[in-house]
């Protein structure tokens, strides 16, 4: 019953922008910490994001500055913009929901960044 559908993967040129959207459903997400982790060809998966119920926000080293995550609570969707993309930001993004010991995830939305 509980959902997590992403959007806005896709493929881009260096030095462009994607917006990946995370709509969800059987859950509220104002009512849990949400993120985006990332799985990078022959990596393990890593934080890239996460906002907390009060719109705390965290970011992987590697993103920050790069990379806004929010969230519109009224579409009950969280959102990852992403800014100043390069070749290492390929990978298969997912959407995450919390908390940790009963976390929900996504089913991964491709983002691949070549010339």
């Known amino acids: 019953q509980v959902q997590l559908v992403e959007s806005g993967g896709g493929s881009v040129q260096p030095g462009g922008s994607l917006r990946l959207s995370c709509a969800a459903s059987?859950?509220?997400?104002?009512?849990?910490?949400m993120g985006w982790y990332r799985q990078r060809p022959g990596k393990q998966r890593e934080l890239v994001a996460t906002?907390?119920?009060?719109?705390?926000?965290n970011y992987g080293y590697s993103v920050k500055g790069r990379f806004t995550i929010y969230r519109d609570n009224a579409k009950n969707t969280v959102y990852l913009q992403m800014n100043s993309l390069n070749p290492e930001d390929t990978a298969l993004y997912y959407c995450?929901?919390?908390?940790?010991?009963?976390?929900?995830w996504g089913q991964g939305t491709q983002v691949t960044v070549s010339s």
């Open positions: 059987g859950i509220i997400i104002n009512d849990r910490a």
């Open positions: 995450y929901a919390g908390p940790q010991w009963n976390a929900y």
């Open positions: 906002i907390t119920r009060g719109g705390s926000t």
